[in-house]
């Protein structure tokens, strides 16, 4: 079983709003990820997990906050947000975070107002 | 040198005709280079991935080419179906270093009944 879920699927928020999105996975995996993705571009990495400590942050906004509670689950807390952070937030996950192939989840479809 | 070059970006093939995808690369310390297939609204799925200790790499109609001389690597899909209709990334990363995903700009492939 290679499942990532995702909830919500759907997200409509204001720019006031706090609100958190959530991700996970049971297949034993120690790595986990943030992807933000608009429309006909590739995934962006925001956050890397390795064994529940944060591995990457690349330059994420701090409206952007993170949380890994255990090895099975990733948060992402929204707070603030701007119009154009409006994506599709993807989760993943791989075995490591070095070499390991990287499955990712259906998404989150966010539109900020 | 953290690039990875995609072409096309998009693509109409016949039902039954053959897909090719390229990739180009410039850092020669990427040792890991999966492909992605994302259908729209869902999360990027892999397809297949290779490492260069290998020249091809087939699973069903798909097929990785790699050639590490010219620092290029290509995604054939065989008989190609409506069903393969999507947009597809070729990725790069290093094993010895954060194992980050750099992606291809994707390429959005339609294949015509």
């Known amino acids: 079983d290679t499942e990532v879920t995702q909830t919500p699927k759907h997200l409509v928020m204001g720019m006031t709003n706090k609100k958190s999105l959530k991700c996970e996975q049971h297949m034993g995996h120690r790595a986990m990820y943030w992807y933000k993705q608009k429309a006909k571009k590739p995934p962006e990495l925001m956050f890397v997990y390795s064994y529940e400590k944060l591995s990457i942050n690349e330059s994420v906004p701090s409206r952007f906050s993170p949380e890994c509670p255990n090895s099975s689950l990733l948060n992402l807390h929204l707070h603030a947000l701007q119009p154009e952070d409006s994506a599709l937030y993807l989760c993943?996950?791989?075995?490591?975070?070095?070499?390991?192939?990287?499955?990712f989840g259906p998404g989150t479809r966010l539109t900020v107002t | 040198q953290q690039q990875v070059k995609q072409s096309p970006q998009s693509l109409i093939v016949q039902k039954g005709g053959i897909s090719i995808i390229n990739c180009a690369y410039e850092?020669?310390?990427?040792?890991?280079f999966p492909w992605y297939q994302q259908f729209p609204g869902k999360g990027p799925a892999l397809l297949i991935a290779?490492?260069?200790?290998?020249s091809e790499k087939k699973e069903g109609r798909f097929t990785i080419s790699f050639n590490k001389s010219a620092k290029q690597f290509s995604l054939h899909i065989m008989d190609s179906q409506p069903g393969d209709s999507a947009t597809y990334f070729c990725?790069?990363?290093?094993?010895?270093?954060?194992?980050?995903?750099?992606f291809g700009q994707g390429t959005t492939l339609q294949v015509k009944p």
């Open positions: 993943a996950s791989s075995l490591g975070q070095v070499g390991y192939e990287q499955y």
């Open positions: 850092n020669t310390a990427f040792d890991y």
């Open positions: 990725a790069a990363s290093r094993s010895s270093n954060t194992g980050k995903l750099i």
């Open positions: 290779i490492r260069p200790d290998v």
